[in-house]
């Protein structure tokens, strides 16, 4: 059965009272959404290309949204199969057909998956044709305007769907009441959306070099009826012409598809149970270097790190790689990093997420 919003569209006085009583209960409403356990193990991806068929979305120049998302999309997809052979991908579109939003996350709820991930391209009047970057979106909240004008263009497309208003619940993309009701659906997986969304823009900006315009939370009627984590990514501004000419490239398709891809295979490591944890929940890495300010990884010698993740730790910014299963995989590679050019490379443990000595790194092994 389709997922439907409360009819309140059609009753103001009513909305108006639903408004200020749901605002009252919101921190206990929102910390009861966060309840199921982190979802473990990712084995299907769901992999949305924005829009399609009569829907071109965003346009520029000479782009269209929906042709440079499906490119993206594809890509991406064939980054997973090809390196993570062991994840089920599938497509809500893999041709240039118009979806219903509605479909989009029901395929993924049919098939159990355990991602979703929308790609989009964003767009803004011309009077704004400067703005650039990219932008990955979770469902809540609008914390700011352009949130919320994101969430409306994206959404306008239920207009284009057959008896949208009863599919949807009366819900009016034109109507701010409508996006209010529906910025209020937290998905239930926001924590790890959120941490999936972080390790996108990371790799957008550190991989890519592309400007980052961070995580974002906006009520989006593709996201909201998601049985899993899932994110909206928007890839780059068609408004801007530069940033047109890259996302319309084929190198910029693939490096930005190569770069949501180093992105979940990161966030799999995570949720995937027991993955390079000994008892104790032990972790053993190498750090590569540090610095007061972010390095700049997508030049040599850092972009021959195939993983590399950072962390901000101690007023610096930190990079790690790898993940060993005993002191000796370790050191090997320390070894190798350090003849890689990476001399003040060593090795790093952590337990149930927390830095710790190497000394007692090696009483716990011990045990």
């Known amino acids: 059965m389709p997922f439907a919003l409360p009819n309140f569209w059609g009753q103001r006085p009513l909305f108006s009272l639903f408004l200020l009583l749901f ?18 193990g990712l084995r299907t991806i769901v992999i949305d290309a924005g829009h399609g068929g009569k829907d071109n ?18 890509k991406l997809g064939g980054y997973i199969k090809k390196y993570l052979p062991d994840v089920k991908v599938v497509y809500t579109r893999s041709t240039d057909v118009f979806v219903p939003l509605h479909e989009r996350s029901e395929i993924a709820n049919r098939l159990g998956a355990d991602l979703f991930i929308s790609v989009h391209c964003n767009s803004l009047p011309k009077h704004k044709k400067n703005i650039q970057g990219t932008e990955t979106f979770v469902m809540g909240l609008h914390r700011a305007k352009e949130n919320l004008d994101v969430a409306k263009r994206e959404n306008r497309v239920v207009l284009l769907e057959d008896n949208y208003q009863k599919r949807y619940g009366g819900y009016d993309p034109n109507s701010p009441e409508g996006h209010i009701m529906l910025s ?7 924590s790890q959306s959120v941490l999936l969304a972080e390790k996108i823009q990371a790799q957008f900006k550190e991989r890519v070099g592309r400007k980052s315009r961070g995580v974002k939370q906006a009520g989006f009627v593709v996201l909201r009826a998601s049985n899993m984590p899932s994110v909206l990514v928007e890839t780059g501004f068609l408004s801007n012409a530069a940033e047109e000419k890259y996302l319309n490239s084929d190198k910029g398709q693939a490096y930005l598809a190569s770069a949501i891809f180093r992105a979940i295979r990161s966030y799999k490591k ?24 972010p390095i700049a990884v997508h030049k040599a010698p850092w972009s021959s790190v195939e993983e590399l993740e950072e962390e901000q730790e101690d007023g610096l910014y930190k990079y790690l790689t790898g ?14 990093w ?8 060593f090795v790093v443990a952590y337990k149930n997420g927390k830095r710790i000595s190497l000394a007692e790194a090696r009483s716990l092994l011990a045990n």
Not at 23 to 40: M, R, T, V
């Open 184 to 190: 209020m659906y937290q998905n239930a997986y926001l």
């Open 57 to 74: 979305g965003s346009s520029g120049a000479k782009a269209k949204e929906k042709e440079v998302a499906l490119k993206i999309a594809l």
């Open 323 to 336: 993940n060993y299963p005993s002191m000796l995989e370790a050191v090997k590679a320390q070894r190798f």
């Open 270 to 293: 995570i949720i995937d149970k027991g993955n390079g944890y000994q008892a104790n929940n032990l972790q053993l890495r190498v750090q590569l270097g540090a610095s007061p300010k």
């Open 23 to 40: 605002y009252c209960f919101l921190p206990q409403i929102a910390l009861e959404k966060e309840g199921p356990a982190i979802k473990s």
């Open 338 to 345: 350090r003849s890689k050019g990476f001399d003040g490379a």
